[in-house]
Structures are given as structure tokens and as C-alpha cells.
Nanobody, 121 residues
Framework: QVQLVESGGGLVQPGGSLRLSCAAS????????MGWYRQAPGKQRELVAAITRGGESNSADSVKGRFTISRDNAKNTVYLQMNSLRPEDTAVYYC???????????????WGQGTQVTVSS
């Protein structure tokens, strides 16, 4: 069983910063891609940023220059540093791990439970 545990969400004023963390635990051999998605009320879930095991990353145009994704492969952990936050960044942020290979050599994808980020004055 693999679990993703997110932390770091909360309430912040516009222009502020937050750092999200997501740690994957369980019988994991490797994780191909780790990423962050978000879903605002009444909207579809969208990709925020993703990063491969080799360190290649991509991000949504709306967060380029403000958000930075990184990961620690040894800890199976992905981070999202969010700067210059705007009210439109308010959403539930979900961690995703894709191409997770476990000790049984089975590959699956997993989601975290979500963490609320609210940007408001």
C-alpha cells in the first residue's frame, strides 16, 4: 500500500508565500513523475506542476515564474514553493505520484488527500 501525505497548506495574504510538501510512503521502488494539481470550487482539477525522477519539470502558464517544483528522490518527496500568491490561486492542492513501482513490481498511480490553500486579505 502506498500513501501520499501532503502538508503546508493554509491561509496567506496576496503576495505571500507557502511551501507544500508531499511524502510518499510504502513499499516503493521508484516513482516516475510527481506533481501537483489543484481544484477550485466549481472548476475542473488542473495541473499546476510536475517533475520527473530525472528532474525535468513543467508547469502551468498561470504559475510560471511564481511556483517552483522540486523533489527529493531519496525521500520520495515532492515540494511546491509558491511565491507571489494571488487570490486566484485559492484551491485544494492535490499531490499525484504517477508510475509508482512497488516491491511486487506493480505500477500504479496515487493521489493525496488534498490540502487547502486560501489566498485572501
Amino acid at each position: 500500500q502506498v500513501q501520499l501525505v501532503e502538508s503546508g497548506g493554509g491561509l496567506v495574504q496576496p503576495g505571500g508565500s507557502l511551501r507544500l510538501s508531499c511524502a510518499a510512503s510504502g513499499m516503493i521502488i521508484s516513482i516516475n513523475v510527481m506533481g501537483w494539481y489543484r481544484q477550485a470550487p466549481g472548476k475542473q482539477r488542473e495541473l499546476v506542476a510536475a517533475i520527473t525522477r530525472g528532474g525535468e519539470s513543467n508547469s502551468a502558464d498561470s504559475v510560471k515564474g511564481r511556483f517552483t517544483i522540486s523533489r527529493d528522490n531519496a525521500k520520495n518527496t515532492v515540494y511546491l514553493q509558491m511565491n507571489s500568491l494571488r487570490p486566484e490561486d485559492t484551491a485544494v492542492y492535490y499531490c499525484n505520484a504517477a508510475g509508482v513501482i512497488n516491491t511486487a513490481r506493480v505500477t500504479n498511480n496515487y493521489w493525496g488527500q488534498g490540502t487547502q490553500v486560501t489566498v485572501s486579505s
